[in-house]
């Protein structure tokens, strides 16, 4: 097949490169209330419901506030906590008990063969973010980087993708992202790109019709579901799969 337009793919970090919510940033979030002497706990299902709100702080923030603490107490608070988590988070990860969700190195090397750009866009914060990125994969498979303390607005706000795009100095059609939730998706979307989504058990039944591909996994030794889109995918998402799909639009 003919190379098409593909010339780089962004991938989200949270939930899509790393299962990192439930047993990661959940966990830190729950050791950073019970280190303040706060009663609160967040449970798995109440975690995913909180995950609308992308941003540990600002999720902090929303939920101190519908518990009562005033907008000024909520802020300050929520500030001192994502730090504490982020700290804990960071500790977690250099135990190596973060994982690349399956697939995910592999395809990453494969794109890089292939002379496609790899890049991250997230809404997690550069201080864990980083370590995690090149404890788990290595910073130097990435070209860019680009995390939620680059930018002001956070997903589904599309900043994130733009300045992925910007520094990559590829166009939205150039490009594919690779997403596991409904603002992810939001996010990609309204930056112009196509997008994979690859859900997780906190993304499943989220609204992911923005996306041309929905996939349960990037690859599988039972094989890949395939929830939405080219049945094909069910052998594994490969480069010649993304090529494919960014040719369907160029
Ligand atoms: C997911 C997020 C982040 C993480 C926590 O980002 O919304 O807020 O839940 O990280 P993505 P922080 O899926 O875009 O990678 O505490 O650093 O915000
Ligand atoms: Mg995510």
Redesign the pocket.
């Known amino acids: 097949m003919q190379a098409g337009p593909l010339k780089a793919v962004i991938f ?4 899509t490169l790393v299962d990192t ?1 439930r047993d990661g ?1 959940r966990v830190a979030f729950n050791e950073a209330f019970a280190a303040a002497g706060l009663n609160y706990r967040w449970g798995i299902e109440e975690y995913g419901a909180l ?1 609308v709100t ?4 600002q ?1 902090l923030e929303h939920y101190l506030q519908s518990s009562g603490h005033s907008p000024t107490e909520a802020a300050v608070l929520a500030a001192q906590l ?1 730090r504490d ?2 700290q804990r988070f960071v500790t977690l990860i250099g135990t190596g008990a973060i994982k690349a969700r399956p697939g995910t190195t592999e395809l990453i090397r494969a794109l890089r063969e292939e002379n496609v750009a790899t890049a991250v866009a ?4 550069s201080d ?1 973010v980083l370590p995690l990125l090149d404890i788990v994969f290595g910073l130097d498979v990435f070209d860019v980087v680009v995390t ?1 303390s680059d930018v002001t607005d956070l ?1 589904p706000d599309p900043a994130a993708y733009r300045e992925a795009l910007a520094r990559l100095n590829v166009t939205p059609a150039e490009a594919i992202a690779v997403e ?2 409904a603002i ?1 998706v939001h996010a990609a979307r309204a930056a112009g790109l196509q997008c994979v989504a690859v859900v997780n058990d906190y993304t499943r039944d989220q609204d992911l019709r923005g996306a041309a591909v929905v996939v349960d996994n990037l690859a599988c030794a039972e094989g890949v579901s395939v929830l939405h889109g080219d049945p094909r995918l069910r052998a594994g998402l490969t480069v010649m799969a993304l090529r494919r799909l960014a040719q369907a639009v160029a």
């Not at 989200?12 to 939930?15: F, L, Q, S, T």
């Not at 992308?54 to 702080?57: N, P, S």
């Not at 997230?122 to 914060?125: A, S």
Request: charged share 30%; hydrophobic share 15%.
């Open positions: 989200d970090v949270d939930g919510e940033h995950l992308a941003g540990g702080r999720r994502h988590k982020t997230t809404t997690g914060t864990w939620g997903k596991d939730s992810g």
